[in-house]
């Protein structure tokens, strides 16, 4: 039997700006077989984020840059196709960190199975729970705490995250204001998932705006870009304001250091608390994310919706969207087919 | 009867950059007579306190800023000479935001009758007691959270709060690094208050030393000046790590807009917490400050000193000191005579 071959994404040179596709290397090998305690997982979904961005600088962060060499890595869903590997079987649906790859080897650290619920696509895992949904929760109920009545802001909010981290403060009783790169991004957050007003920062003046649509100011912030937004924010936010600090997608690409917000007076004056905020952290706690958010969801009280990018070859360069801010919805790369479920 | 004269600094101008005499207008007028519920205070001593100049600003604070024409704000020891207030009477030492003046009319607002502990100069409630106590204590406790064995850096190590924020480290266990301007400084704070290292900033590279005598990584900042400093400190914390923001006196006479930290991402990669802390918000809980600090000096564990000015005609030059850095202990102006206690 001819052996089947592994396509890979391996990481070439450290990026310097947007993600260039001469940055990675198509690899192709042997698949591998499975030892001992082995699993071998083909990958169906890859999640893109912004976060990969930081994996692939040399930099001090929470977690080891990919090496050069290194299979890229990446969040994946796929099938367990053999396993020698007491907790798991040919066939189940598993979720893991597992690479830029069609197929991967693993000893089941860090793999989750995923229930195989027949209403949902599998895309909802990477789309909505997956990492998504317990970034959004944890994020914005753990640092930011709204209450009822309170404004909330959310940067990058037609993004996997922010969409639903403006949905859960609306379930939480706030006035939430998105602020998104499109109008079409800024009509479906308004239209379709009920935030109270957008603001797109491309063609609008943010700080004015942000002035208009939060007329008590604001008390929480859900930032996933820092930059001129994160200052605009910070000009008018309230006594004891919690800003919580997901993303700063503004300065992943940066080449050059990037002051920090000209307005970081603000947290002093109004004895506000910024906090950063990494999903990792809380991996052991997905559940209780998992709970409410399949609850909401049957309740029809949030919406998802995930860009899928087709086949694993376009990875580096469809990446970008996400810096472009082109993408609609979570955005994934379908690496191989579902197949028989 | 002739009418004894009140002698005041009133704001003339909005300084730009240091404090200038001439941003102030000394003015005399009769000392005012109390009415029904109002009282009549002597100003004995008269704290300058680096926050006095974000009080002059034209700009969004926790506090109205001083109005052209108007007294300018301070906090005062003085005593009651006149009283038609039932809570209070001639003789009684009070504290309280009374100004740059001699005399003050009062309605007992944020008044605070101080003990008269005969083997305590009056100073000391200004140097150790007062806001600067429970500045230290609940800034390094509330925000700061430190636990025995971690590392804390404060700036400003030598000044009236960064000295004793230090010293209560030292008392819970930490391993403590200071920061300050002088070799005098630094000798004091390592010798006599018994900090593990200091760090002068004006002759020594920060982020060198920093990395030296935080062998194991920095775990709380207390932040009294922002700035290159900060941006030091935030290179090198570890995860979970809390920077209580008291204070960014290095750009509180800045003239353009100021850049946050460079390395603001690090709140983000390291999960760390930063919080804004104004001591006003406190106020009700100082008895519990002032009891652990009672105790810790009796049983000799915390230092402090005052650097006293003669005049209140000299304030506006002195308080420059603080933003030069020449003040060696809490910086206070003596305004009259103690007297008879």
């Known amino acids: 039997m001819e052996a089947k071959i592994n396509r890979q994404w ?5 990026p310097m700006g947007l993600i260039k596709e001469s940055d990675f290397k198509w690899h192709e090998e042997p698949v591998p077989i499975p030892g001992d305690d082995e699993i071998l997982v083909r990958n169906i979904y890859l999640s893109l984020d912004p976060a990969n961005r930081g994996w692939v600088r040399e930099a001090k962060s929470y977690i080891t840059p990919v090496a050069i060499g290194e299979v890229m890595r990446g969040i994946t869903i796929g099938v367990v196709e053999q396993s020698h590997h007491g907790a798991f079987q040919a066939g189940d649906i598993v979720q893991g960190i597992l690479g830029w790859q069609e197929y991967a080897l693993t000893d089941g650290t860090g793999l989750t199975q995923l229930p195989r619920d027949p209403s949902l696509p599998l895309a909802a895992y990477l789309g909505l729970f997956g990492i998504i949904g317990p970034t959004a929760y944890f994020g914005l109920l753990d640092i930011g705490k709204p209450k009822a009545g309170e404004t909330l802001v959310v940067s990058a909010a037609a993004g996997a995250v922010g969409s639903l981290v403006g949905q859960i403060g609306k379930i939480k009783g706030c006035r939430v204001v998105g602020i998104a790169g499109t ?3 800024c009509h479906w957050i308004t239209e379709e998932l009920g935030f109270d007003a957008a603001i797109n920062y491309k063609t609008e003046p943010v700080h004015e705006r942000l002035r208009t649509h939060c007329p008590n100011g604001i008390d929480v912030y ?13 000009s008018l936010i309230n006594v004891r304001a919690r800003i919580a600090i997901c993303g700063l997608i503004s300065q992943y690409n940066a080449v050059e250091p990037v002051p920090g917000p000209y307005n970081f007076r603000s947290i002093l004056t ?4 910024v906090e950063g905020f990494i999903i990792l952290d809380h991996m052991g706690r997905f559940q209780e994310a998992y709970e409410d958010l399949g609850n909401w969801m049957a309740e029809g009280k949030i919406q998802y919706r995930v860009d899928i990018i087709d086949g694993l070859e376009n990875a580096p360069r469809g990446i970008n969207k996400l810096f472009e801010g082109t993408n609609k919805g979570k955005l994934i790369v379908k690496v191989s087919e579902e197949q028989s479920f």
């Open 10 to 14: 391996r990481l070439a040179a450290r």
């Open 222 to 234: 859900f930032d996933n870009v820092g930059g001129e937004i994160l200052d605009a924010v910070l």
């Open 183 to 185: 109008d079409e991004k």
């Open 270 to 273: 109004q004895r506000a608390r």
